[in-house]
C-alpha cells in the first residue's frame, strides 16, 4: 500500500534552512508538509522547538505539529503510525506529501519501518533507573558509551529515557547500533526522495548562534515558567533548551548564558544529525544557496 505513494523528504540539521526552504517548495509544488521533528510534536513549545510561524502554517497545510502534551510519551513507532495516515489522505487528496525534519529516527521509522529491537525489559529497565539514582545519568551513559559508543556520541547524556533504551537493547545482545546500521537498508516503504541541507559548518553555527538569541529571549522564558506552574520542580522530559531556560526563570543564570547554553546545545544537536544523515544509503546532500525551484523539481522526481 505504501510503497505505491511517492513522498518527499527535507531533512537536515537543525537551523540550515528546512522550514522556510519547505514552505517555498510546498507553495510551488501545491504540497502539504509533515512535521518530522521530534521537538515540535508538543503542544505549548513553540518558541524553544522554533516551530513554523503562522504566517508559515498559512501559507501552507501543516501536519504532527502539536501532537501531545509535555511530558506525554511520543516514540518512533508512534509517530511512523501518525504519519502514514497522513501521508495517505495527502496522498488520496492529490497532493505531494512533503516530509521536513531533522529527527533521524522518526525518518527511517518512516521510510525503513520500525527496527526489529527486542521488546521493554521493566525488571533490567528499575535497575538502571536505580543506578542513574544512585550514580547520577553520567555515569549510566559511560556506561553506555563502553557498550555501544556510537549510540553514546548520538544521545545526551541527561537524556535518561534513550540512554536505557540503548542499554536494553545491548542487554539482548546486539546494540542499538547494529541493528539501526541494518536498518537502513530495510526495503523502502515509499518511493521517496531524500534531501539533505548542508550548510558549511560556519555558517551553520552562526544560524544556530543567531536562533538561540531569538529563542532565549523570544519567549522560550515565559513557557519555561508555564511548565513550572504545571509540574513543578519535577519537570517531565523535555526538548532541548528548557531545563536552561528553567533555570533562567528562577533567576539561577542570565538570558545571555541561556542563549550561549542554547547555542551550545544546539551545535551538539546538529552534529548528531549530521551524523545520523551521513548513515542514510539514499540521501541527497544539498549545497547553498538553496534554490526553491530547483528543489520543488527534486521533490517532484521521487524514484
Known sequence: MAAKVAIAV???????????????????????????????????LDVGTAKPTAEERAAVPHHLL????PGEAMDAARWASLADRVVAEV?????????V??????????????????????????RLEEEAARGGREALHARLSRVDPAAAARIRPNDLVRVIRALEMAAGGRT???????????????????????????????????RAEAIARGGILEEA?????????????????????????????????LARRIAALHRRYARRQVIWLRREADVEWLRPPFDPAAVARLCRSAP
Open 66 to 69: 502539536d501532537v501531545v502534551e
Open 176 to 210: 542499538q547500533s547494529e541493528l539501526f546500521a541494518e536498518h537502513r537498508f530495510a526495503e523502502r516503504r515509499y518511493r521517496y526522495r531524500l534531501l539533505a541541507l548542508a550548510p558549511p559548518r560556519e555558517e551553520l553555527h552562526r544560524r544556530i548562534e543567531a
Open 225 to 257: 515558567r508555564a511548565l513550572a506552574d504545571r509540574f513543578g520542580p519535577a519537570l517531565p522530559r523535555l526538548p532541548i533548551g528548557y531545563a536552561e531556560a528553567a533555570a533562567c526563570a528562577r533567576g539561577e543564570i542570565e538570558v545571555g548564558e
Open 101 to 126: 525534519g531533522g529527527t533521524g529516527l522518526y525518518l527511517r521509522a518512516l521510510l525503513h519501518g520500525v527496527v526489529a529491537a527486542p521488546g521493554r525489559d521493566p525488571e533490567l529497565r528499575a
Open 91 to 99: 496522498a488520496g487528496r492529490g497532493r505531494l506529501p512533503l516530509v
Open 10 to 44: 527535507i531533512a537536515g540539521p537543525t537551523a540550515s534552512g528546512k522550514t522556510r526552504l519547505a514552505v517555498d517548495v510546498a507553495r510551488l509544488l501545491g504540497a502539504e508538509i509533515v512535521s518530522a521533528d521530534s521537538q515540535q510534536v508538543y503542544r505549548g
